[in-house]
């Protein structure tokens, strides 16, 4: 079992940028999929962005150009960067591990979350 653990949410306006860490503790993340999820007030989770053992890196279509996941397997920790940040990103942001996809039922190790607000 992995333990995820995010950190660097918080309120921010309109068009500014954030960085999301995830660490994983319990054992090493090889050969999971790393992957963010969010989900607003009264919306279904949903998928933000993954990054597979390898680095390949995959994006939903609202959030490409703008945000990048990356990885750090020697720290087992996970990131997004966010930039230009809307209105329609504040959401609880929620670091997954596992087989990898866009849907949530791929993952079966989830962090806590952690809270963005975008001010606009």
């Known amino acids: 079992q992995v333990q995820l653990v995010e950190s660097g949410g918080g309120l921010v306006q309109a068009e500014d940028s954030l960085t999301l860490s995830c660490v994983a503790s319990?054992?090493?993340?090889?050969?999971?999929?790393e992957a963010w999820f969010r989900q607003a007030p009264g919306k279904e989770r949903e998928f933000v962005a993954a990054?597979?053992?390898?680095?390949?890196?995959y994006y939903a279509d609202t959030v490409k150009g703008r945000f990048t996941i990356s990885r750090d397997n020697a720290k087992n920790t996970v990131y997004l960067r966010m930039n230009s940040l809307k209105a329609e990103d504040t959401a609880v942001y929620y670091c997954?591990?596992?087989?990898?996809?866009?849907?949530?039922?791929?993952?079966?190790?989830w962090g806590q979350g952690t809270q963005v607000t975008v001010s606009s």
């Open positions: 997954a591990a596992g087989s990898g996809g866009s849907r949530a039922q791929g993952y079966g190790n």
């Open positions: 319990g054992r090493t993340l090889s050969p999971f999929t």
């Open positions: 990054i597979g053992w390898n680095g390949a890196t």
